[in-house]
């Protein structure tokens, strides 16, 4: 069965609309043969992708992005992207969102994140862009963060 970690005509959407919208390559030397594998499993950076919903669901995740939200592949595929986002990031998040939807990329972005555990950490480096095939047609948005750091737990308990 394929599914989009093994998928290299979606790795070829990942990596052409990233090119395309930017001008510059996701990878500094983008993968030659077994695109989707390398994407997967040896990518040095997090890479997710989200459909096209009122509510969006993730549809991909890499193993570094996997790793670092503490979800497996198929408990990511059904989790909607804003509970990607801590409460507190909620806001920063949607207006993130809506300036990719709007001028299709966006880059610098930094965020803070809650794993399935609830540990909080921020995500760097942030591009994210439209999914946008050479037809033009939409099919989501994806994001690369290329570092992430432990955020200081704070306790927001009554004093």
């Known amino acids: 069965m394929t599914t989009l970690f093994n998928d290299d005509s979606f790795a070829q959407l990942l990596l052409s609309s990233y090119r395309r919208l930017t001008g510059t390559p996701l990878f500094p030397s ?3 043969g077994d695109t989707a594998r390398r994407l997967y499993e040896n990518a ?12 969006p669901i993730f549809i991909y995740a890499n193993r ?3 790793q670092c939200f503490e979800y497996s592949w198929a408990e ?3 989790l909607p992207s804003r509970l990607s986002a801590a409460a507190e990031g909620q806001s920063d998040r949607e207006k993130f969102v ?10 610098g972005y930094r965020g803070l994140r ?3 555990s609830g ?12 999914l946008v095939d050479a037809d033009g047609t939409h099919h989501g948005q994806a994001a690369v963060f290329r570092s992430w750091t432990e955020a200081a ?7």
């Open 30 to 32: 983008e993968p030659a």
């Open 44 to 55: 040095p950076f997090g890479l997710l992708a989200h459909d096209t919903g009122a509510d």
């Open 64 to 66: 570094t992005a996997q």
């Open 76 to 78: 990511f595929v059904r």
């Open 98 to 107: 809506r300036s990719v939807t709007e001028h299709g990329y966006a880059s």
């Open 114 to 116: 809650i794993a399935k």
């Open 119 to 130: 540990r909080r950490f921020w995500i760097e480096d942030v591009t994210m862009w439209n």
């Open 153 to 159: 737990q704070a306790r927001t308990e009554t004093q």
